[in-house]
């Protein structure tokens, strides 16, 4: 009996160090799962951090802020003798002569030496009597694709904010080769450089899609490696405008809208920003409904009050809808007015640069 409870007694305790032994293992192998998965997500942060920062490094002594005495916009050096790209509506109607600032507060004066042909939005510059600045190089044609991620470097809103650096990612390439982001941009950053992570100019950073408030909406165009290489050889033959050659896009002013139910018919396009604005007069504590429908996209609505402030009229949104409600796709708002004054309607679609036909219309409830 005793040698048989001795035997159970010692069967018993090999298999309670076998078990406490195999949770030990289990325990040691997940802690060290744990630490490795963390290991690798710190790697790859780190790693996305140094390119970041590699890309910083090489190209920002290399961009510049364009000044005119009126206002001001980005550029690029592309030669070690001075040439710099920029947009052409940042110098449309320059003195001949105008500034450009680089990270290091040096400022040197720059020749408006010719515009793109044709209606591109490009123009070059040239410092004189410069042999060695740093320079940018550009990528090779077609080396985007949608996905990439992408840096954008210039001095958006004010001078002061030069040398300013965000990131994202190419989200569309349009048929014309232009290179849609979301890397935020804003006024100022026209003609800075759209970089890949090996610094290399993929773009030049040109317009975005803003609300009335100006609040940038993750929309951002730029022009194509392929055309600024086009338009660099243009410059080196000569072959250049003396003036812009943009064609003056029609000016689309905010349309009036009376809150009488009356239907208005009109459409989302380019030439728009596939943006429409409407402005009407409200009052205190006024119950509105405002709907959008249309048949070929999906439409999106927003209700901005107008506001006076020691800067201008501040556009303060009020509410936004996007759908109607569950399976209708079309968008209606339903408020009522927190003062007397001017409100901007914002019609526009959820998917952003899509185009269509649509019918608004506007009525005060009682």
């Given at each position: 009996?005793?040698?048989?409870?001795?035997?159970?007694?010692?069967?018993?305790?090999?298999?309670?160090?076998?078990?406490?032994?195999?949770?030990?293992?289990?325990?040691?192998?997940?802690?060290?799962?744990?630490?490795?998965?963390?290991?690798?997500?710190?790697?790859?942060?780190?790693?996305?951090?140094?390119?970041?920062?590699?890309?910083?490094?090489?190209?920002?002594?290399?961009?510049?802020?364009?000044?005119?005495?009126?206002?001001?916009?980005?550029?690029?050096?592309?030669?070690?003798?001075?040439?710099?790209?920029?947009?052409?509506?940042?110098?449309?109607?320059?003195?001949?002569?105008?500034?450009?600032?680089?990270?290091?507060?040096?400022?040197?004066?720059?020749?408006?030496?010719?515009?793109?042909?044709?209606?591109?939005?490009?123009?070059?510059?040239?410092?004189?009597?410069?042999?060695?600045?740093?320079?940018?190089?550009?990528?090779?044609?077609?080396?985007?694709?949608?996905?990439?991620?992408?840096?954008?470097?210039?001095?958006?809103?004010d001078p002061e904010f030069k040398d300013t650096f965000t990131q994202g990612n190419i989200t569309r390439i349009n048929n014309d080769g232009e290179v849609q982001h979301n890397a935020p941009i804003y006024g100022g950053n026209s003609g800075g450089?759209?970089?890949?992570?090996?610094?290399?100019?993929?773009?030049?950073?040109?317009?975005?899609?803003?609300?009335?408030?100006?609040?940038?909406?993750?929309?951002?165009?730029?022009?194509?490696?392929?055309?600024?290489?086009?338009?660099?050889?243009?410059?080196?033959?000569?072959?250049?405008?003396t003036v812009s050659t943009l064609t003056k896009p029609q000016q689309r002013e905010f349309t009036a809208i009376s809150l009488n139910g009356q239907i208005i018919n009109d459409k989302l396009t380019k030439d728009n920003s596939f943006v429409n604005l409407y402005v009407f007069r409200g009052k205190t504590a006024q119950k509105?409904?405002?709907?959008?429908?249309?048949?070929?996209?999906?439409?999106?609505?927003?209700?901005?009050?107008?506001?006076?402030?020691?800067?201008?009229?501040?556009?303060?949104?009020?509410?936004?809808?996007?759908?109607?409600?569950?399976?209708?796709?079309?968008?209606?708002?339903?408020?009522?007015?927190?003062?007397?004054?001017?409100?901007?309607?914002?019609?526009?679609?959820?998917?952003?640069?899509?185009?269509?036909?649509?019918?608004?219309?506007?009525?005060?409830?009682?």
């Open positions: 009996m005793n040698g048989k409870l001795f035997r159970f007694s010692g069967l018993s305790l090999c298999i309670l160090f076998n078990l406490l032994t195999v949770t030990a293992v289990e325990q040691l192998l997940s802690d060290r799962g744990n630490k490795l998965a963390y290991s690798n997500r710190a790697i790859a942060q780190t790693a996305e951090e140094q390119i970041a920062r590699s890309v910083y490094k090489k190209v920002s002594p290399a961009v510049v802020t364009v000044k005119d005495g009126r206002g001001h916009g980005s550029g690029f050096v592309v030669s070690q003798d001075g040439l710099i790209v920029t947009n052409a509506h940042v110098v449309e109607g320059s003195p001949s002569v105008v500034t450009v600032e680089f990270k290091d507060g040096k400022q040197l004066p720059a020749d408006v030496m010719g515009f793109a042909k044709g209606g591109l939005d490009l123009a070059v510059l040239k410092i004189h009597n410069q042999k060695n600045l740093r320079t940018i190089a550009l990528a090779s044609n077609g080396s985007t694709e949608v996905g990439d991620r992408v840096f954008a470097l210039g001095s958006p809103l450089p759209l970089l890949n992570s090996k610094a290399e100019v993929i773009g030049v950073n040109t317009s975005i899609i803003g609300s009335p408030g100006k609040l940038n909406t993750g929309m951002n165009f730029s022009i194509p490696v392929s055309n600024i290489r086009s338009f660099i050889a243009a410059a080196s033959k000569k072959d250049l405008s509105v409904v405002i709907e959008m429908t249309s048949k070929s996209m999906n439409p999106a609505l927003a209700l901005y009050q107008l506001v006076e402030t020691s800067e201008g009229n501040q556009a303060n949104k009020i509410v936004e809808n996007d759908d109607r409600g569950a399976g209708d796709f079309n968008s209606r708002i339903a408020t009522t007015l927190p003062a007397d004054g001017i409100y901007v309607i914002e019609a526009k679609s959820s998917a952003g640069s899509q185009s269509g036909d649509y019918s608004l219309q506007a009525i005060v409830k009682p």
